[in-house]
């Protein structure tokens, strides 16, 4: 049996919500939901917090990391997480207690955890949100519909990388901000991965005109979508930033190229009909070389490599042995960003003339992931 009460007034502006949640009209919720329920993913909860774990703040809507105490309320998204460097997380089957297992807002029990971290903030669910008729609300409620572009792509770029925290988030931000500062109009847009609003601010911080992610249309997190999602994510995302007529679009795609919807996106025609060029991000030599293997059997152009193995001068210079590919640290990032779109516009790859193909200085990837 599912109950249905009347939310007091301002109750939900009062609770701390989280960045998965923020496409959603506030003004829509109205009920508080509670008994046999199986939550769903990107369904709307209210939690309280039961004690304090790894995560002590909360990626607010409007950017601002909100210090958590015991007995507040959140706003949450319930969903799956996947994050090598933290948690695996899923989805409870009813309101059972369970934990915050992302800063951005993520309601799900955690199974598993790096082993150098705290355990998850604890969390008990008051109740699903929902609308005025005690319908459950959910981000795909407020999802961007699918659409077409009609007219000529923009050049489009894609960072992939060996794995979570490999540079991904950096590499593309200094990529943006060299072809913002040489005068292009840039959109971007993580595909897939889990909310979280650090990703989105420094992309617009870097000169993106626009920045979207996959809660624009409706998903708090990609873990355990469909390949036919996340490959829907990818082309709803790319034709909306194609219709504020961008000069180039720089896309996320999340964790490393083993991760099952990572793997599958990357691998798809509809990935290489959408991406020009793609700039790999490592953390060593060896994933390095690795991943570039990876991506050329997949048809897929490696305009560069960039990432944490920048900060080895040593490492860098054995990248490019092995794979003939230019390894760019952060300023070169941003002083190759014209040459980096010349040669994704190239319908056959130039021969390789950055001005700085292996990092001198060995200047460390500041991360963002």
């Known amino acids: 049996m599912i109950n249905i009460t009347q939310l007091e007034p301002g109750r939900i502006a009062k609770a701390k919500a989280g960045f998965t949640t923020r496409q959603v009209d506030v003004n829509a919720i109205a009920t508080l939901l509670t008994g046999d329920i199986k939550p769903e993913s990107g369904d709307l909860v209210l939690v309280r917090v039961d004690s304090i774990g790894q995560h002590e ?36 089957d009813d309101l059972s207690p369970c934990h915050l297992a992302a800063a951005g807002g993520l309601a799900a029990k955690v199974l598993s955890q790096h082993a150098k971290i705290k355990s998850p903030t604890a969390v008990t669910p008051i109740g699903l949100l929902g609308d005025q008729q005690g319908k459950r609300v959910n981000l795909a409620d407020w999802a961007l519909p699918a659409t077409n572009y009609i007219g000529q792509r923009p050049c489009t770029i894609a960072v992939v990388g060996t794995s979570m925290n490999s540079g991904k988030t950096t590499t593309a931000a200094n990529l943006i901000n060299g072809l913002a500062k040489s005068g292009m109009k840039i959109g971007a847009a993580k595909i897939t991965g889990t909310g979280a609003g650090n990703d989105v601010w420094l992309m617009h911080d870097a000169g993106a005109s626009l920045v979207l992610d996959f809660t624009s249309v409706g998903f708090a997190t990609t873990y355990r979508a469909t390949p036919k999602q996340v490959q829907d994510i990818l082309v709803t995302l790319t034709n909306y930033l194609a219709a504020q007529s961008v000069d180039v679009i720089v896309l996320e795609i999340a964790d490393g190229l083993y991760q099952d919807e990572t793997s599958a996106l990357v691998s ?67 002083t190759e960003s014209l040459n980096l779109f010349a040669r994704a516009k190239a319908v056959e790859l130039p021969p390789l003339v950055f001005s700085s193909a292996v990092p001198v200085s060995g200047s460390l990837m500041t991360m963002q992931e």
């Open 57 to 92: 703040r909360i990626d607010q809507v409007n950017g601002r990391k909100a210090i958590i105490f015991t007995g507040d309320e959140l706003v949450l998204c319930y969903g799956n997480r996947y994050a090598p460097d933290q948690f695996e997380a899923e989805i409870p």
């Open 268 to 334: 798809s025609p509809t990935f290489r009909q959408t991406v020009d060029g793609v700039l790999f991000a490592a953390g060593g030599s060896l994933g390095a070389a690795a991943g570039v293997e990876w991506l050329h059997k997949h048809k897929l152009p490696v305009l560069a490599i960039s990432g944490l193995v920048t900060a080895s001068p040593l490492a860098a210079r054995e990248v490019v042995k092995a794979t003939a590919i230019p390894v760019l640290d952060l300023q070169a990032l941003r």
